[in-house]
C-alpha cells in the first residue's frame, strides 16, 4: 500500500493538474493501509515479526502519510511547488525507511521461515523413528506369538498326529511327550497316553482269547 502511494506522489508532483483525482486515490490506499494495520494487529503473527512490523515499519509509514496528508497536499492545492517538493522529499525519507523496515521483516520472516521448516523436519523424523520404533516392536511380537504357538500348540498337535498314525500302524509302543506339562496340552498328551493304553489292553485281552479259542 505505501510503495502504491509513494508512486501516486511522485506522479502527481509531476503532474499538479491530476490533485482531485490522485488525491482520492491516495485517501483509499491510506484506508486501506490502515485496514491492514488493524489486521496485524490483531494477527497471531509471530510476536518477534509482529513488534518489527508494528513498531519499524507502521511509524514510517506513518510518518509518510503526514507528510502527504500535511505537508505535500495541502501545498499542491496552494500551488506553492516549493514547498510541495520540501514535503514529497519528507515523504521519500519515510517511504525508504519504511522500505528498509520492510527488506528487514521479510529477512527475519525468511529466517524464521527455515528455523520453523528445520524444527518441523525435526518433529517428522522423530515421529517416523517412533513409528518404525513401533512397527519393529509390533512385528517382534507378531513373531514371538507365531513361535510360540508353533512351540506350544502346532508341534504338540503334530507329535499327536505321529503317533496315531503310528498306532494305526499297529506300534503300541509310541507314547506322547509333554505329560508333565500343567497345560491343556500336556491334559491332552496324558489323555492320548491313557487311550493308547486302553486300546493296547484291550488288543492284548483279544488276542489272549483268540489263542484260547484256537488252542482248544
Excluded at 90 to 115: F, N
Excluded at 116 to 145: D, F, H, N, P, Y
Excluded at 159 to 168: F, G, P, T
Aim: glycine letters at 4%.
Amino acid at each position: 500500500y505505501v510503495i502504491e502511494a509513494y508512486l501516486e506522489t511522485t506522479k502527481l508532483l509531476q503532474d499538479p493538474a491530476s490533485l482531485r483525482e490522485r488525491k482520492a486515490r491516495l485517501a483509499k490506499l491510506e484506508a486501506d493501509f490502515r485496514t491492514r494495520e488493524a489486521f496485524w494487529r490483531e494477527s497471531d503473527l509471530n510476536p518477534d515479526l509482529k513488534a518489527h512490523l508494528l513498531a519499524g515499519a507502521v511509524p514510517q509509514a506513518d510518518r509518510f502519510w503526514q507528510a502527504v496528508n500535511k505537508g505535500m497536499l495541502p501545498a499542491l492545492a496552494r500551488g506553492d511547488m516549493d514547498q510541495a517538493q520540501a514535503a514529497y522529499r519528507q515523504a521519500e525519507q519515510a517511504y525508504q525507511a519504511h522500505r528498509r523496515q520492510i527488506d528487514d521483516l521479510v529477512s527475519a520472516s525468511t529466517t524464521a521461515q527455515a528455523e520453523l521448516a528445520q524444527k518441523t523436519e525435526g518433529v517428522i523424523s522423530r515421529t517416523l523413528w517412533l513409528i518404525s520404533a513401533l512397527c519393529l516392536l509390533i512385528m517382534g511380537s507378531t513373531l514371538a506369538c507365531v513361535l510360540y504357538v508353533e512351540r506350544a500348540v502346532i508341534q504338540p498337535l503334530r507329535s499327536i498326529i505321529l503317533r496315531v498314525n503310528a498306532m494305526a500302524a499297529g506300534n503300541w509302543d509310541t507314547s506322547t511327550p509333554g505329560c508333565d506339562k500343567a497345560n491343556e496340552m500336556g491334559e491332552l498328551a496324558r489323555a492320548f497316553n491313557s487311550f493308547r493304553d486302553q486300546l493296547r489292553s484291550g488288543a492284548q485281552e483279544k488276542a489272549q482269547q483268540t489263542d484260547l479259542i484256537v488252542s482248544s
